[in-house]
């Protein structure tokens, strides 16, 4: 994170700043202008604050500890989440747990909304109704090529975790997701008009 005015200078011309950089650390880099971490933080709280119970201060305890949305905290061990700062061994299960209802529930939210909608919706919409996954991951995914839920669905496991950098385990769950959500879409969106 660098100072707006600075940003220009950190990339430098053409990229060749941070290409240097991630080339002599071997890691990926990204630079920000102060003004853009700063809106991305306020985004990550707002999202963590979706979750029953979470106050300002939680959130950016979260935060702090790595967490920017209810479906990284819903993915994590209660072993990592115990060592958030007000969260303590008790908490970090209940914490999990209602990570888990959030993300589900934006998901049913979503499905609502788009139950009944004239126009057809985008990849990023579809993508965004498959169990598990949130905004967080659809930007991974779409970041790794991943644009379309039947990309997902015809892509093999450890390449999905290894373009992503997901672990095997979630990369796993997506695949899963994915085709149980392509399997079901049309009833899905129907709503329930057509189950009766």
Same mark, same amino acid.
């Not at 598990?132 to 930007?139: C, K, L, Q, S």
């Not at 991943?146 to 015809?154: G, H, N, P, T």
């Not at 999905?160 to 997506?174: M, S, V, W």
């Given at each position: 994170?660098?100072?707006d005015?600075?940003?220009?200078?950190?990339?430098?011309?053409?990229?060749q700043?941070?290409?240097?950089?991630?080339?002599?650390?071997?890691?990926?880099?990204?630079?920000?202008?102060?003004t853009?971490?700063?809106?991305?933080?306020?985004?990550?709280?707002?999202?963590?604050?979706?979750?029953?119970?979470?106050?300002?201060?939680?959130?950016?305890?979260?935060?702090?500890? *790595?967490?920017?949305?209810? +479906? /990284?905290?819903?993915?994590?061990?209660?072993?990592? $989440? !115990?060592?958030?700062? %007000?969260? @303590?061994?008790?908490?970090?299960?209940?914490?999990?747990?209602?990570?888990?209802?959030?993300?589900?529930?934006?998901?049913?939210?979503?499905?609502?909304?788009?139950?009944?909608?004239?126009?057809?919706?985008?990849?990023?919409?579809?993508?965004?109704?498959?169990?598990g996954?949130?905004?967080?991951?659809?930007?991974?995914?779409?970041?790794? *090529?991943?644009?379309?839920? +039947? /990309?997902?669905?015809?892509?093999?496991?450890?390449? $999905? !975790?290894?373009?992503? %950098?997901? @672990?095997?385990?979630?990369?796993?769950?997506?695949?899963?997701?994915?085709?149980e959500?392509?399997?079901?879409?049309?009833?899905?969106?129907?709503g329930?008009?057509?189950?009766?």
């Amino acid at each position: 994170v660098v100072p707006d005015e600075k940003l220009s200078l950190a990339i430098g011309r053409k990229g060749q700043n941070v290409r240097l950089a991630a080339q002599l650390t071997q890691w990926k880099l990204d630079i920000l202008g102060e003004t853009k971490f700063k809106q991305m933080e306020e985004e990550s709280l707002t999202q963590l604050q979706k979750m029953e119970g979470i106050t300002e201060a939680s959130a950016k305890s979260m935060y702090r500890s *790595g967490f920017r949305a209810p +479906e /990284e905290v819903a993915e994590a061990s209660v072993e990592e $989440l !115990a060592v958030i700062a %007000g969260i @303590g061994a008790d908490g970090a299960e209940k914490l999990k747990s209602e990570a888990e209802s959030t993300v589900e529930r934006i998901r049913q939210e979503r499905i609502k909304a788009a139950i009944g909608r004239t126009d057809p919706l985008t990849e990023h919409e579809r993508m965004l109704l498959i169990r598990g996954v949130g905004d967080r991951t659809v930007a991974q995914l779409e970041e790794a *090529g991943y644009k379309s839920v +039947e /990309e997902l669905i015809r892509e093999d496991e450890d390449r $999905l !975790a290894q373009k992503t %950098g997901f @672990g095997q385990k979630k990369a796993k769950l997506i695949k899963t997701s994915a085709k149980e959500y392509a399997q079901g879409e049309q009833k899905l969106l129907a709503g329930p008009a057509a189950e009766a």
